[in-house]
């Protein structure tokens, strides 16, 4: 029998070092793009002692708020002043929580806001740098920070995105392991920001379950720096009443045609917009579904839908784009990236219509009408070869 080697015969200095956590100490992952993290932090040195405007678009979701706030703790090295601002309403109860369990001191924007007094807006997590206001005069976009599929158009003295890493979280985690900029234990602030950045990473990847190699590097660095408590109480899922009633509804008017499941639920109030999404979550769990897509209309004024996708053919970005098309600006109405979309198409003028079962009946039958029309197509070009 081969004796086996005797580990007493290493000497100390090859053992590493651990923290109490058992984590080694100073241990880094690989790295992915060491030159862009490099760039990363030469355009916020070029913009040392000036403010930055960090973007949150859309509904803030736990990784752009996260993204929002690493953008603001790596300012800070740069004597970067930073305001968080996002636009729409925090409609997820527990992203509500998030925010006040994290003291994340965001600012929702108000018309008094001078925008155009900031000398730069660094955006996370967003497709594109379009502000849903108008402002004369915008300062020019610093850092530009995403994950969604690229679409270009814009001008920024920094851009990382990366198709390829499921959360925007995972890239900043990445930019703190790898510089002088990184985590450190013993501060109650950055402790939050690390369970931010985890809570970020978990929920964007349904809980690693589409994470990719960066996102478990980036969980792995951040986990040494986390809240357990924290991260229980904000990653605590509950399902508000209202929302299982859009799920109730989205089951009770679901039409599947092959792989594809749509639903309408109706009217939905501004503050259960995510019910849609979770239901759309919800019905893909059907069996033998690939994609589901659930819509309404929210606040009585957009048909706001969210897609779901498994599906190795369906890129929900392109399909929804070329579904839905883009408005007068060229702005398109949906958007998404690599297994999940969204969609919102303003009523216009027909959200005056009093008659909400007919406004109803007509959003429901144009979506229906498009989407059955471009599965039918894509299965007939299918079926043709
Ligand atoms: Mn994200």
Redesign the pocket.
């Known amino acids: 029998m081969p004796s086996l080697p005797n580990r007493a015969t290493a000497s100390s200095a090859e053992v590493p070092a651990l923290n109490p956590e058992g984590d080694l100490i100073g241990a880094k992952g690989h790295c992915e793009a060491p030159e862009r993290m490099q760039a990363y932090f030469e355009t916020l040195e070029s913009a040392r002692g000036c403010r930055q405007l960090v973007v949150i678009k859309g509904h803030p979701d736990p990784?752009?708020i996260a993204s929002a706030l690493a953008q603001r703790y790596l300012g800070r090295f740069f004597d970067i002043e930073s305001t968080i601002v996002y636009f729409d309403e925090i409609s997820h109860p527990e992203n509500r929580a998030l925010v006040k369990a994290l003291e994340a001191d965001l600012r929702q924007y108000r018309e008094d806001m001078d925008l155009g007094a900031f000398d730069y807006m660094s955006f996370v997590?967003t497709q594109s740098p379009h502000l849903p206001v108008r402002v004369a005069k915008l300062p020019p976009i610093l850092t530009f920070v995403d994950?969604h599929k690229m679409l270009g158009g814009f001008e920024a003295e920094f851009v990382d995105i990366r198709e390829d890493c499921g959360?925007?979280s995972s890239i900043y985690a990445e930019y703190m392991e790898h510089s002088a900029h990184g985590l450190r234990h013993g501060s109650a602030e950055l402790s939050r920001l690390a369970t931010a950045l985890m809570h970020g990473i978990r929920s964007?990847t349904d809980n690693l379950l589409l994470a990719q190699p960066i996102d478990y590097r980036a969980g792995a660095y951040v986990r040494q720096y986390i809240d357990q408590d924290l991260l229980r109480l904000v990653s605590k899922q509950s399902i508000t009443a209202r929302t299982m009633d859009i799920i109730q509804r989205g089951l009770n008017n679901k039409v599947i045609k092959g792989t594809f499941l749509l639903a309408g639920v109706g009217f939905v109030r501004e503050e259960d917009r995510d019910g849609i999404a979770q239901t759309a979550d919800f019905l893909m769990r059907h069996e033998g579904v690939e994609t589901a897509m659930v819509f309404g209309i929210v606040n009585g004024d957009v048909v706001d839908g969210s897609l779901r996708t498994s599906s190795a053919t369906i890129d929900p970005d392109a399909w929804l784009k070329a579904l839905f098309g883009a408005d007068s600006a060229g702005r398109h109405y949906g958007g998404g990236r690599r297994n999940k979309g969204g969609f919102r198409i303003p009523l216009g003028l027909f959200a005056r219509c009093r008659d909400r079962e007919a406004l109803w009946g007509i959003g429901k039958k144009t979506i229906e009408d498009l989407v059955f029309e471009k599965i039918g197509v894509e299965q007939a070009q299918h079926e043709k070869g």
Do not use: K, L, P, R
């Open positions: 990784d752009s997590d994950h959360a925007t964007d």
